[in-house]
């Protein structure tokens, strides 16, 4: 290049500084910023955000979140770049849980996971966190069954460990995520389910169906669509929200859930879960949103086209 | 550097005055400069794209990747269903190369598009 323009950074003799060496140099080119701006994804309006940049064409781009509440890494005014993914998961829920952005030639998308934002709540498969009635017959810990079973009907019961809300604090959502690690005939299974109207409910090596049930239900049908494997997940946001609500209530406490047969008909007609899952995802647990905000964002898009 | 240089103000500042964020340009400041750019395609279940630097050095460096010619552009390393395609790609640098790797779960073509700054990253 015989001419254009360098300047040297301080201390360089503009002549002889090489590329690094130099604040600018005409050779090479910078990126020129389009537009910037920020705001916030919400669960509410779909977890994704569009920005139009009407270039016609895809432009460089930059998109930066900012996880609030989420602890994992720096504080609640660090920025990461986008793609960012929630936590230790495993490439199976990536994403799941993870912020992503995209451009195409009209706009540039930010995109949150289904399931970023929730905080999770494990049986921490042990035995003495399952439970079945089986109607007539009696109760089986260590398993719980939903349906017919051999002729009797089943309600079920699971309790979760160290649930981490604090007492009297507002639920957004929450939902029972059931792991069907077996199953019968299929069928559709009408239910009806509870929480347990307990401070901190105890485990199930014994029948917990004495337990007084909360105010706040919900009935719903297990699909029979619903095959070994899937998950079945109904809002329990109602009951949450009711235990925690209670006087005695401790963050920390553990919680337990009722799912009451609702006119099952056809024998063998059931679903279960026990403690046989060793995978992260393959087990029962419960989901809880605490707010609807889910990440805060800046971006910045470029003028310069991805020119591929 | 206080008494020269120069300093390019946006549309509204004095440039005698404007703090640094509101100047385009101010010789006191690196900006990151494009020393190549450029894009590769791989087609198959899992491998590498390779482009070679020389810089002797590690360059500061962005990547997009397009999927099956879907017309979506993705940062890096990011999994995603794309027109039914599952891609994670790992983009790295070193003193020599600019590497991608690339893993899906079935075969398809991705176009990795790729800048690299004659910044080193420190």
Known sequence: ?308 | MSDFGIKISKDGYDVKTASITEQTFNSEKNCLKIVAEGSSSYTGTGGSITIAHNLDYIPAWLVWYEVADSGKWFPQYVTEDVSGKHVTVNPYTNSTNFVADISMDSSTTVLVYYVLFVDPIS
């Open chain 1, 1 to 308: 290049m015989d001419y254009g323009i360098k300047v040297s950074q301080p201390g360089f003799d503009v002549n002889t500084a090489t590329g690094k060496n130099l604040v600018f140099s005409s050779k090479y080119q910078t990126l020129h910023v389009h537009s910037q701006g920020s705001g916030t994804i919400k669960d509410s309006t779909g977890r994704t955000v569009t920005i139009a940049h009407n270039l016609g064409y895809v432009p460089k781009f930059l998109v930066h979140t900012q996880l609030d509440s989420v602890t994992n890494y720096g504080d609640a005014n660090s920025y990461f770049i986008a793609p960012y993914v929630l936590g230790d998961a495993g490439l199976a829920i990536m994403e799941d849980r993870q912020v992503i952005s995209w451009a195409d030639s009209t706009n540039l998308y930010i995109k949150v996971g289904g399931g970023f934002g929730y905080d999770e709540y494990h049986t921490g498969l042990e035995d003495n966190n399952y439970g079945t009635n089986l109607n007539g017959l009696g109760y089986i810990a260590s398993i719980m069954y939903l349906g017919k079973w051999s002729g009797y009907t089943a309600d079920g019961a699971i309790r979760f460990n160290s649930v981490n809300i604090a007492q009297g604090a507002d639920i957004y959502k929450a939902s029972l995520v059931y792991y069907i690690e077996g199953a019968g005939d299929s069928g559709n299974k009408p239910v009806s389910i509870y929480g347990a109207d307990e401070d901190n409910a105890g485990d199930l090596s014994s029948s917990p169906f004495g337990m007084a049930k909360t105010t706040a239900t919900r009935n719903e049908t297990i699909s029979s669509s619903l095959g070994v494997g899937s998950t079945w997940s109904p809002d329990v946001t109602a009951m949450v929200q009711e235990i925690v609500d209670r006087a005695g209530w401790s963050i920390g406490n553990h919680m337990v859930f009722f799912v009451m047969d609702n006119g099952t008909t056809g024998d063998n007609n059931y679903i279960y879960d026990g403690n046989a899952g060793n995978f992260y995802t393959s087990y029962s647990y419960l989901r809880v949103l605490m707010s609807d905000t889910l990440a805060n964002y800046k971006y910045t898009i470029f003028l310069d086209k991805i020119d591929a």
